[in-house]
């Protein structure tokens, strides 16, 4: 029997690289979509590839290849399509910074928008029976009051929220107009050491590893107010990849059902290793948002219901499992309890090179 074909767009991100070991462990052949550029942008997937990078996986079991091109680019997109004929697409690929989604809105519109209606016409007119994730926000619900589900009013307060929320309703257009398997993912805040590292969450861990490595004596931030639902990547594309095993497509909110502010994560990570918030955090207007979103909180319900899928990483978690891979890679002693967590709470550990 051959194995099922997926294409992951934004396969070198945070999620991309996940989800692709993910769907590796389950025997697929996984086609990544990759911009090309003049410095190697693979380092989250450098482990699966070998030190070959762009070639090939160095073990010939592994089934996974890359393609050149860009969501901007539709003939590109219809290309792979019609090449790679996969059983599954996963859209994860975004100008997916929401900061500064506000100083290049016209692209993040042209990327994160309209990307998506570049492949799900593609996939329309390929005429292949082929399954489609995309990969929406928790910004979508922006100054909706909590907890947001399926059901709550968007609200959007941001270029990329406007984005996400464009690509959201065109998923469901293409589900309801031409009959497609199209799902929305409606993902809150996850994260992990393979954040990437303008976001605060990596920020505040590498900041403190930085710190502790006598490389840097304080962290700049913005708003510490702000709340979020936050949960463990690894887990979230788990979530994905079930989305498109259901027996038809929806959409479904995936979070942890709780909240925690900027603040809560600092004292929470600053306490984990013993330093005093006051100082070494500084406070840079510059960070602000024009518009901000004051708390976002999933209600997960319809996920756990209809997927069997729950979060099982804490917020508390989250904190320490971000800390020890940083504290590691400045070359800082490491207190261990994020890999402690690790092996108490999952049975297999798919995703590698943390």
Request: some cysteine; aromatic content about 12%; hydrophobic content about 35%.
């Amino acid at each position: 029997m051959e194995p099922k074909k997926a294409l992951i767009t934004g396969i070198t991100g945070q999620d991309g690289s996940y989800l692709a070991e993910l769907l590796l462990s389950r025997g697929y052949e996984v086609h990544g979509l990759i911009r090309r550029a003049s410095t190697f942008n693979t380092s989250r997937i450098d482990h699966i590839l070998g030190s070959d990078g762009y070639v090939e996986p160095h073990d010939s079991s592994i089934k996974l290849y890359l393609h050149y091109g860009d969501l901007s680019d539709a003939e590109q997109i219809n290309n792979i399509i019609y090449n790679v004929k996969p059983d599954e697409v996963y859209h994860l690929g975004a100008q997916s910074h929401v900061r500064v989604s506000f100083d290049i809105p016209e692209y993040t519109g042209n990327v994160t928008a309209l990307g998506t209606t570049r492949i799900l016409e593609a996939i329309r007119r390929s005429g292949l029976d082929i399954r489609f994730y995309q990969a929406s926000s928790s910004e979508m619900f922006g100054g909706a009051e909590p907890p947001q589900d399926e059901e709550t009013c968007f609200v959007p307060r941001s270029p990329y929220a406007c984005a996400k929320l464009y690509s959201y309703w065109m998923a469901k257009n293409y589900r309801e107009g031409y009959d497609m398997f199209a799902s929305n993912g409606i993902l809150f805040n996850h994260e992990s050491p393979r954040r990437g590292e303008t976001f605060v969450t990596r920020k505040i861990t590498r900041g403190i590893a930085a710190i502790l490595a006598k490389k840097a004596k304080y962290l700049y931030l913005g708003n510490l107010d702000a709340k979020r639902d936050w949960g463990f990547s690894p887990e979230y594309v788990e979530a994905m990849w079930m989305m498109l095993q259901a027996e038809k497509s929806d959409d479904f909110v995936i979070g942890t059902g709780e909240t925690h502010s900027i603040n809560e994560f600092l004292d929470e990570a600053f306490s984990y290793v013993g330093l005093n918030i006051d100082d070494h955090v500084r406070i840079d207007q510059k960070y602000f948002r024009p518009t901000e979103v004051d708390a976002l909180r999933a209600d997960p319900t319809k996920a756990e219901k209809d997927l069997g899928w729950k979060a099982k990483v804490t917020f508390k978690d989250l904190v320490k499992i971000m800390l020890d891979a940083d504290l590691r890679a400045a070359g800082v002693e490491v207190p261990g309890e994020g890999d402690e967590i690790i092996q108490k709470k999952f049975e297999t550990k798919w995703w590698k090179g943390d």
